[in-house]
């Protein structure tokens, strides 16, 4: 390993162990990125010939077993906006078979890549995912049964052992350093159709594909299909830069739009699980939210940068630390440029860590520190909103009516919470608070940093507004801020 990937790795969080799994290479493909750049004849040929030997088939096997009713697992959520097209590229999915009767044995194919002379393989956890038996065949046809050593299904990732030695293995690069337009080569086995080279560009970057708050994926129109799942994208250096994990496709082949987890991300998954077999991910304890045009207007921030803490877990690492109203914008000397950044660089942050969080709480700037807890379970988000409707008074700046929370508004609007505040029970389509995307059966807590009760204290906390104010309102059980344009 060339030092100066060496010290990417080591800048990278939780790179001590994946730098040294990477850096342990008796037969590590070299390859000089100088000649690349001109893309001298014959040049993309000898990457291809250096780095495919170190691409492997994997093959995975489900035995026949007494089936329950309903379908396989779809692995991204159905009520996405792009859930009925996106489709893994892996083993398919298929019926179960109704209650009592067998279902058969399954069998899928997918791809991976040696990054460790001795047997390490890497590739997605949805190839192995169930799977009875996993064997790994080389390119050059040997095939072992694999051990499998570790899974992440947030980030898709898996780690697989065989017992061979002196195999030919690929080096993570950073994806940190990635710009768009950038050439990329993925290698593969598409329909079974084992060392398949394909080649484009970069496409973009940061995608959010509503695969789960852990992975930006890497967007290319390298040609990718079922069986490439856990295959590598390489740079021309041949460094691999991304796992290709997933496809947009209205008929599940590749229509030019393909998704790999960057290597940056995947390179301390797999340390977590070389060494434990599975990953544990920090914990701070806030429910956040993006800092909108609206919401910046309001609070009177010329940038929607940040994090927004709409809520604070009782008992949390935040608890006492963090507020509601809070906007973080470094944790642990790393920018927050968005709010879906924060949950990433959170996991990334290896629990107890004593992480330094910056943030804007009113019109000033503070640091505080939080022990990191370990996360353990995942928050589920609740979407569904009541449509009942109710009495109460009319507020023509806000375009919406409301109702105090009495014990029977409670019960005929389907509220648990103990909240205090005020209840939406209609309003106007085209006005203010419709059009900031608040609904019927929210409650509204507080105008600004007035809590409201009384639909007199919501009309003087509205005076009292400029041209925009900060709702904080409770959906569901979860409290967030809407930013409001007023009328």
């Not at 791809?111 to 393989?121: N, Q």
């Not at 690929?170 to 398949?196: M, Q």
């Not at 295959?231 to 030019?256: D, F, K, M, R």
């Not at 203010?432 to 105008?447: F, S």
Request: charged share 25%; glycine share 12%.
């Amino acid at each position: 390993m060339n030092q100066s990937a060496l010290s990417i790795l080591r800048r990278s969080p939780r790179s001590t162990v994946a730098a040294t799994l990477l850096a342990a290479s008796t037969a590590w493909i070299a390859w000089s990125p100088a000649t690349l750049a001109q893309t001298e004849p014959g040049a993309i040929a000898d990457l291809v010939e250096r780095v495919s030997p170190a691409v492997v088939t994997v093959l995975s096997t489900q035995e026949a077993r007494s089936g329950v009713r309903g379908m396989m697992p779809f692995p991204f959520p159905e009520d996405s906006p792009f859930g009925e097209f996106f489709r893994r590229f892996g083993p398919e999915l298929m019926p179960m078979p109704p209650q009592g009767r067998e279902m058969p044995r399954r069998s899928g194919v997918g791809s991976g890549f040696v990054i460790e002379s001795d047997g390490y393989i890497v590739t997605n956890n949805h190839v192995v995912e169930g799977a009875d038996t996993v064997t790994v065949r080389l390119a050059d046809e040997r095939e072992f049964e694999a051990e499998v050593l570790g899974t992440d299904p947030q980030t898709d990732l898996a780690l697989l052992k065989i017992d061979a030695e002196g195999l030919a293995e690929l080096e993570f690069g950073d994806s940190d350093a990635l710009r768009v337009g950038d050439d990329v080569i993925a290698v593969g086995n598409p329909f079974g159709l084992g060392g398949t080279v394909t080649r484009g560009i970069i496409s973009a970057l940061g995608r959010d594909i509503n695969a789960g708050p852990y992975v930006d994926f890497i967007q290319t129109d390298a040609s990718i299909n079922r069986g490439n799942s856990g295959g590598p994208l390489l740079n021309l250096e041949g460094e691999v830069i991304g796992v290709n994990s997933a496809i947009y496709s209205p008929t599940g082949n590749w229509v030019g739009v393909g998704f790999a987890i960057p290597s940056n991300t995947a390179a301390w998954v797999i340390e977590d699980l070389r060494e434990d077999g599975a990953v544990e991910r920090g914990w701070l304890g806030v429910a956040i939210q993006p800092v909108t045009e609206e919401i910046a207007e309001a609070l009177g921030l010329d940038t929607t940068a940040g994090a927004l803490v709409a809520d604070v877990a009782a008992d949390s690492p935040a608890s006492g630390m963090l507020e509601t109203g809070d906007i973080i914008l470094r944790f642990n000397g790393r920018e927050v440029a968005a709010s879906r950044d924060l949950p990433r660089i959170v996991a990334e942050t290896p629990p107890g860590t004593e992480a330094e969080i910056e943030i804007l709480r009113g019109n000033a700037r503070e640091t505080v520190t939080v022990e990191l807890g370990r996360l353990d379970s995942e928050q589920v988000a609740m979407t569904g909103r009541s449509e009942s409707r109710g009495q109460g008074a009319l507020s023509d700046r806000l375009g919406a009516t409301t109702s105090p929370l009495t014990p029977e508004v409670r019960e005929r609007l389907g509220i648990d919470s103990e909240a205090e505040g005020l209840v939406i029970t209609s309003l106007d389509g085209t006005g203010p608070a419709a059009e900031a995307g608040l609904a019927v059966g929210d409650v509204i807590l507080r105008v600004g940093s007035q809590p409201v009760r009384t639909n007199e204290e919501l009309e003087a906390a509205l005076e009292a507004q400029g041209d925009a104010a900060l709702f904080q309102i409770e959906r569901d059980g979860s409290r967030l801020f809407v930013g409001v344009r007023l009328g």
